[in-house]
């Protein structure tokens, strides 16, 4: 799903940020607006590398889908 958080499967905890919210645009551009200076804490990458790796998506009605 593209839902911002997630439960872990195993053990029914929250988890915030999703795990996959570095890698996803539809997150990653709005960021970049209102901090371009903003580095990932865990890789230590900055928001601007983040926005070129990520996979490109386009939106179709009712569906996100990914390329």
Excluded at 25 to 30: C, H
Excluded at 32 to 40: G, K, M, N, Q, S
Excluded at 43 to 66: F, N
Aim: net charge negative; charged share 25%.
């Amino acid at each position: 799903g593209s839902e911002m958080c997630i439960r872990d499967r195993n053990n029914d905890r929250l988890q915030l940020p999703h795990p996959a919210a570095a890698e996803r645009l539809f997150v990653l551009l709005p960021l970049y607006d209102l901090a371009p200076e903003w580095y990932e804490p865990v890789t230590k990458k900055a928001i601007s590398e983040l926005i070129h790796q990520a996979p490109e998506m386009r939106i179709e009605v009712g569906a996100w889908q990914w390329e």
